[in-house]
């Protein structure tokens, strides 16, 4: 199959918090590009990268890809993502967004797929993480635990801020033999953390079947196999009967890092997933929408014991 590959082009800084803004509407499939991320890696992974390795084309610009699938539908998705860029700016008209411009460019599925290779290198996580693409699994990675992911065609590199932040939780919670639930598993990145910290099984659930497959895969690559990791392609906003299924069998530690929409939605039906004293991670979430997320989550019975925030974005982790 071949790919549009719609590149957005904004202001050198921004593309984090555009390409959240996307993704909130329902644009999946990103790529990020901005110098300022690409320069904060380098200075924080000196082991891997050099500041020789920002790319040329990426210095003093920032931009967000969008993969389309090249098809009848393709004009229309376009003009869809054109209103949408247009309706982002006028929702934030202090912001610099940049041009905003947009250009096309058809790419072949093997080629999108050899794109992660060009600058997705080792990168620290938190305090005890270490994230390797597959064909680095063999680096020194020194005290650090790695974990080896091959993103495959959907999914990033498990170094977003959303993520991130999730892993370092997760680091204070993850004692031994808990039972771990990851709503929106995406590339299983979360799910095979809980697994190497101690974790008795790890459950993931995503709304895309390719998801289920890539979190398989990357569990695997980890060294867990189905009796350990299991991923589930369901709708948590519409399968009610599924939200019973994992309330009969509840979770030491769940984590939903999605939309704030969705958390808010969810909130009400997250209690009977957890058990007693059971803690939930809350990520996705726009600094300013925060406040809505957290009240939603209060008046569903949860109590919230920290907050992180980076680059725009926080998370909440909450006691049942």
């Not at 209690?271 to 989550?297: H, R, W």
Request: with cysteine.
């Amino acid at each position: 199959m071949d790919w549009v590959r719609v590149t957005v082009d904004t202001a050198p800084g921004s593309a984090e918090m555009l390409a959240g803004l996307l993704a909130a509407e329902g644009y999946e499939t990103l790529e990020i590009e901005d110098e300022s991320d690409f320069g904060s890696i380098a200075a924080e992974n000196e082991k891997y990268w050099g500041a020789s390795d920002v790319p040329e084309d990426l210095r003093g610009i920032g931009r967000v890809i969008v993969y389309l699938e090249n098809d009848a539908e393709l004009p229309s998705r376009i003009r869809a993502l054109e209103q949408t860029l247009r309706d982002i700016r006028a929702a934030l008209p202090g912001t610099d967004l940049g041009s905003l411009n947009v250009l096309t460019r058809v790419v072949s599925d093997g080629e999108w797929k050899e794109k992660w290779k060009e600058y997705y290198r080792p990168v620290s996580v938190g305090e005890r993480f270490i994230i390797l693409p597959e064909w680095e699994k063999d680096a020194d990675t020194g005290m650090r635990i790695p974990i080896v992911l091959d993103p495959g065609t959907t999914f990033g590199t498990g170094t977003h801020a959303t993520t991130a932040m999730c892993m370092r939780l997760l680091e204070g919670l993850i004692r031994g033999g808990e039972k771990f639930t990851d709503l929106g598993c995406g590339s299983g990145v979360l799910s095979a953390a809980a697994l190497l910290l101690g974790a008795g099984s790890a459950l993931g659930v995503d709304i895309d079947p390719l998801a289920v497959s890539v979190s398989r895969a990357n569990t695997a690559l980890n060294g867990f196999g189905g009796e350990r990791y299991r991923a589930v392609r369901a709708d948590l906003c519409t399968d009610d009967s599924f939200l019973a299924e994992l309330a009969r069998a509840p979770a030491d530690v769940v984590v939903a890092n999605i939309v704030s929409g969705v958390i808010i939605s969810l909130a009400p039906k997250l209690p009977a997933l957890l058990k007693a004293g059971g803690y939930l991670v809350c990520s996705g979430i726009l600094d300013e929408d925060l406040p809505q997320v957290e009240t939603a989550l209060s008046g569903a019975g949860f109590t919230a014991v920290k907050r992180e925030s980076e680059d725009g974005w926080s998370a909440v982790l909450c006691r049942k």
